[in-house]
């Protein structure tokens, strides 16, 4: 794989043959396949420079100027969809196809939005005698995980664009080829020097450095809860905007009415994508007393489906943390009926896509975020009860219910805590708010919302 010996700041990659070097490895096959290098607080430091110094003349740039190089930038995009794909599968191990449908197409869709609200919005209000103008809120350091390279950047990077901000970029150190991948489209679709900046690195490092950094104005940050409580404190203290996507611990909610089979197929498809590896997965499904057994039975047959499908996890402390949390689950006594502790393959990271029946709302693998390809199936009682126990974890971030009627529905997911809700299996849809109630997080991405994150306001009185 071809990968960069440096940093890309202030519209130039800049080696950097003296620094650390991390590994990046396939979990697929566990080689090693590039090395990128590990930034320093100093290589942070340039860049919040770089972007600070453009930060004036993109801030005053027509909207509708930012919104011709969002357009040029999903243009790239769209012309390096299969080296993206490749990318994502060598570094991140999702199968290929999961990577053309989803890595690569997902974030163009994402990026075309931006393009799009870049032109329209309405950078400016009037309100009674007073306009109220939406400015940048300035440099954004942005922190990315791995489970969504390209998206969870894009994510971040498109909607601060288009509002006007400039951008230094902190990505996870498992996918680095994917960021320096975004930092080459960024060129090639000619936002001006230092408008958008990228420095690999590790977290504790780089990752801190440019969550600390004066010269940092908002930190976006998407990953674990204990590395997004500590950003949220470094935030608040410097008196800092801070955006936290954090964890998740959805409940798919299938009321007696629904299409059984149909939820429960679609639920086992939703935590075995990307292995598990995703936020907002319905990690828990709640089933009614009356139909319990039936979709028990559904479950384990459609996810015996998945054994040889399924990509690895991203490393091997994932690996090792989320069959931690299956030997949990069968010590605190839920009843394994697909997939567990052994691998389906003797080489790369992988899990057997696991599911575990008779789990009770307050076992350890119903309430923490295992990250893996790992769903819990939940009894409930009648609705209260499931309302109770689709309520009763500190996430909030996503969930699916699925009833006879979409007003039922639509009935809970209106009681549910929580910041996205599919009805009866509803579409992806990239304008849509997304982000967490409770510890999930604060603050939204995509959409308006999004953009909106990256704009502080000023009113004129006439
Ligand atoms: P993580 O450590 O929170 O990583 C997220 C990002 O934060 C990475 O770029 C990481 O760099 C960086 N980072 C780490 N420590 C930092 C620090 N002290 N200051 C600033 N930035 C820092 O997450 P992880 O270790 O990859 O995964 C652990 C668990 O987090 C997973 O099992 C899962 O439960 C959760 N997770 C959630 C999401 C989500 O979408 N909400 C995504 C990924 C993981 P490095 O890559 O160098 O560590
Ligand atoms: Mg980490």
Redesign the pocket.
């Known amino acids: 794989m071809k990968a960069h010996d440096g940093f890309y700041i202030d519209g130039a990659w800049h080696p950097a043959p003296d620094r650390d070097t991390i590994d990046v490895v396939n979990p697929a096959d566990e080689q090693i396949i590039a090395q990128v290098p590990a930034g320093t607080a100093a290589d942070v430091d340039t860049a919040v420079r770089a972007a600070r110094a453009a930060l004036p003349a993109w801030a005053a740039t027509p909207p509708a100027d930012r919104a011709e190089r969002l357009a040029a930038l999903r243009d790239v995009l769209a012309a390096r969809k299969d080296e993206i794909a490749e990318t994502v599968t060598a570094e991140l191990g999702s199968p290929l196809a999961f990577s053309q449908a989803v890595h690569a197409a997902v974030p163009l869709a994402v990026a075309a939005s931006y393009a799009e609200l870049a032109a329209t919005h309405s950078f400016e209000e009037k309100v009674g005698n007073s306009t109220v103008l939406h400015e940048p809120v300035g440099v954004v350091g942005a922190?990315?995980?791995?489970?969504?390279p390209l998206h969870?950047i894009v994510a971040k990077a498109a909607p601060a664009l288009a509002a006007g901000c400039t951008v230094v970029l902190?990505?996870?150190?498992?996918t680095p080829l994917t960021a320096q991948l975004f930092a080459e489209a960024v060129h090639e679709a000619q936002f001006p020097a230092g408008v958008f900046n990228l420095v690999t690195?590790?977290?504790?490092v780089?990752?801190?450095a440019?969550?600390e950094h004066p010269g940092v104005d908002l930190v976006s940050?998407?990953?674990?809860?204990?590395?997004?409580r500590?950003?949220g404190a470094t935030a608040a203290g410097a008196v800092k905007k801070v955006a936290l996507?954090?964890?998740?611990k959805s409940a798919n909610v299938i009321l007696p009415s629904a299409d059984l089979a149909k939820a429960v197929n679609v639920g086992v498809a939703n935590v075995m994508s990307n292995s598990g590896?995703?936020?907002s997965a319905w990690t828990r499904m709640l089933v009614h007393t009356s139909q319990y057994e039936e979709a028990v039975e559904l479950a384990a047959t459609a996810a015996a489906k998945y054994g040889d499908r399924i990509g690895p996890v991203?490393n091997a402390?994932?690996q090792a943390?989320v069959r931690s949390y299956i030997r949990k689950g069968i010590a605190e006594g839920a009843r394994l009926i697909a997939g567990g502790l052994e691998s389906p393959r003797e080489q790369g990271w992988y899990v057997s896509p696991t599911v575990f029946a008779d789990v009770r709302p307050e076992m350890t693998i119903a309430q923490e975020?295992?990250?893996g390809p790992v769903l819990s199936i939940i009894r409930y009682e009648d609705e209260d009860d499931a309302l109770r126990i689709a309520n009763g974890t500190v996430y909030g971030?996503a969930g699916a219910v699925w009833a006879g009627e979409e007003s039922e529905a639509v009935a809970f997911a209106r009681r549910m805590e929580t910041g996205q809700v599919d009805i009866n299996g509803g579409r992806f849809n990239p304008l849509a708010p997304f982000g967490g109630y409770k510890h999930s997080?604060i603050g939204r991405e995509l959409g308006t919302h999004g953009l909106t994150e990256y704009l502080q306001t000023k009113s004129l009185q006439f």
Do not use: H, M
């Open positions: 922190i990315t995980p791995w489970n969504y969870q902190k990505p996870a150190e498992d690195g590790l977290g504790p780089a990752g801190q440019l969550a940050f998407t990953g674990s809860t204990a590395v997004g500590q950003i996507e954090l964890g998740g590896q995703t936020c991203v402390k994932q943390r975020e295992i990250f971030l997080g």
